[in-house]
Structures are given as C-alpha cells and as structure tokens.
T-cell receptor, first 113, second 112 residues
Framework: SAVISQKPSRDICQRGTSLTIQCQVD?????MFWYRQQPGQSLTLIAT?????????ESGFVIDKFPISRPNLTFSTLTVSNMSPEDSSIYLC??????????FGSGTRLTVV | GESVGLHLPTLSVQEGDNSIINCAYS??????FIWYKQESGKGPQFIID?????DKRQGQRVTVLLNKTVKHLSLQIAATQPGDSAVYFC???????????FGAGTRLFVKA
C-alpha cells in the first residue's frame, strides 16, 4: 500500500494566521483527499484534490478558507487560513487504497490559540 | 500523548477477553464497509472490509459481521491485547460511487 508522509505532525498557531499542511505520497495517485477530525468526532471530508484541476469542496468548506494545491501526482497541500480556535482539529490526507478503501497520513494536530 | 477522541463511546476490556465494537450505518444503499483502527498520534489504518453480499468475514483475530436488515455492523476482536487499544471507526460506501461516510468511532481500552 501507499506510504504517506504528512507534516507538520502538530502545531500551535495564533488566531488570524494560516498554516499549510503538506502530504507526500510514495507513488503517483490521481486523487488525494483532505479530512478534518474535530475533537471527539469522526472524519469529515473537506475536499478532493485532483492534479491539474481545482479541488472539489464538500458542503460547508470553501476554497478561501481551505485552499488546496496539487502540483503533481505525489504531492498536495492544504492551507487553513485566517485561523480561529474552532479550526483546532486533526487534519488528515488520504489516498485511495484497494477497491474502495483509503490509506491515511499520520495527521496534523492543529491547536489555535 | 493526547487522544484522538476525548468524548467517544468507550469500551473497556480485560486483556485476553474478546471485544465487540458496534456500528450503526446510515444508508441502506451502502454495499461496502470497512473497519479502521486509529492509534493515538496516527492516521486511521485499514483492519478489515466486507461487501454487502456477505454477512461475515474473518481476518487474523478479527471478524466483521454485517446485518443489513437493521443496518448494523460489528467488529469482533479475539483475545484482545494491549496493542489493540485505539479508536475504531466503521466506514460505509457504495461501490457505485457515493462518498465514504465514517462512523462516530469507539475507543477501546485494554486493561492488562
């Protein structure tokens, strides 16, 4: 299965600032996915990142708040912009695995103060 | 380190006992289900999957049961070990293409 390197693993940020999270995959993949995992909750899909086109955002998530880059088939970034304490979460990237499963990165634990 | 889900349902079992983790899924059109394990500080990892044309599937020390009538999925872990301590998520999808939905998760504590 694919191996994903995600960084940073954690960060504490001041409100109003932005943080960019990076995911590097050890193989070429068409789609990459970005998830948010709020404290005590499950995973919520933010957007699907496709190489060569704009990301597709889920309801409740917008490009201005969560801009995504996908410059090639092995790399993607998610930026959390103009952060507030409500953005404190774990952010995860993932890629398809097998028929319908996913492989996940190790996550970025973000705390906004 | 800090845990993933501070307020998740919790199951506490004695080492060596069997564990059963339950999940109610939401969409009757879902036809493919996966259980994931998430240890502290890590991303979810695939454990086992099952298609809707089956009602039981076994792996190494794990068994998944599917009851489509009541939209219920369970994960059974035999001879639970301390290394099984984690948050477990079920996920449902439809192979025709709708997005995967992750369940709320259950935290498993294994007492030595």
């Amino acid at each position: 299965s694919a191996v994903i390197s995600q960084k940073p693993s954690r960060d504490i940020c001041q409100r109003g600032t932005s943080l960019t999270i990076q995911c590097q995959v050890d193989s070429q993949v068409t789609m990459m996915f970005w998830y948010r995992q709020q404290p005590g909750q499950s995973l919520t899909l933010i957007a699907t990142a496709n190489q060569g086109s704009e990301a597709t955002y889920e309801s409740g998530f917008v490009i201005d708040k969560f801009p995504i880059s996908r410059p090639n088939l092995t790399f993607s970034t998610l930026t959390v912009s103009n952060m507030s304490p409500e953005d404190s979460s774990i952010y995860l990237c993932s890629v398809p695995e097998g028929d319908y499963g996913y492989t996940f990165g190790s996550g970025t634990r973000l705390t906004v103060v | 380190g800090e845990s993933v889900g501070l307020h998740l349902p919790t199951l506490s079992v004695q080492e060596g006992d069997n564990s059963i983790i339950n999940c109610a899924y939401s969409n009757s059109a879902s036809d493919y289900f996966i259980w994931y394990k998430q240890e502290s500080g890590k991303g979810p990892q695939f454990i086992i999957d099952i298609r809707s044309n089956m009602d039981k599937r076994q792996g190494q020390r794990v068994t998944v049961l599917l009851n489509k009538t009541v939209k219920h999925l369970s994960l059974q872990i035999a001879a639970t070990q301390p290394g099984d301590s984690a948050v477990y998520f079920c996920a449902e999808t439809n192979t025709g293409g709708f997005k995967t939905i992750f369940g709320a998760g259950t935290r498993l504590f294994v007492k030595a």
